[in-house]
């Protein structure tokens, strides 16, 4: 019998989801890929599989990853809301907030935004992103 190939090679949002939630949680603490690997036996290429979805994470690696990371198993899971429910077959990308998270810029800015004390002036910041995206959404695509 031949092997069926899977030629649909995008993440399942489930396991997008969960690699952010390991993301989040690992720099939440301050802790490398490498020290997360070092400490559940795996490589730090394996974790940026995992952060990234490349490859999903085993039930025992995840509860690894929890004890690592001092959280529950369902810390990984929360806010999930209709990832898992998309219909097989539908190519998705990431939510746009998990697409943003995903990009070292985006940990960045999360991390330092809530930092802005003042309202006025975050609402400005976000005033000036609504701006930037308003203004390359008008202008023509070079092909």
């Known amino acids: 019998m ?3 190939i899977d030629v649909d090679r995008t993440p399942n949002p ?4 969960v ?3 390991i993301r989040l949680r690992r720099k939440e603490l301050g802790v490398s890929q490498e020290k997360l690997a070092d400490s559940i036996g795996l490589t730090f290429q394996q974790v ?3 952060e990234r979805a490349a490859n999903r994470v ?3 690696k ?3 990853m929890a004890r690592a990371l001092r959280t529950s198993i369902s810390y990984f899971f929360d806010g999930l809301g209709d990832a898992a429910r998309n219909t097989p077959g539908e190519p998705e990308g ?3 907030a998990h697409a943003f998270l995903l990009t070292p810029e985006g940990m960045e800015l999360a991390a330092a935004f809530p930092k802005i004390r003042r309202a006025r002036v975050r609402r ?3 005033d000036l992103v609504r701006a930037m995206t308003e203004e390359d959404e008008d202008e023509p695509k070079a092909e």
Do not use: N, T
Not at 14 to 17: E, I, K, P, W
């Open 124 to 126: 400005r910041i976000l």
């Open 62 to 64: 995840l509860w690894e």
């Open 58 to 60: 085993s039930a025992s």
């Open 94 to 96: 990431p939510p746009p």
């Open 19 to 21: 690699g952010l939630r």
């Open 2 to 4: 031949a092997k069926e």
């Open 48 to 50: 940026q599989k995992y």
């Open 14 to 17: 489930v396991d997008l989801h």
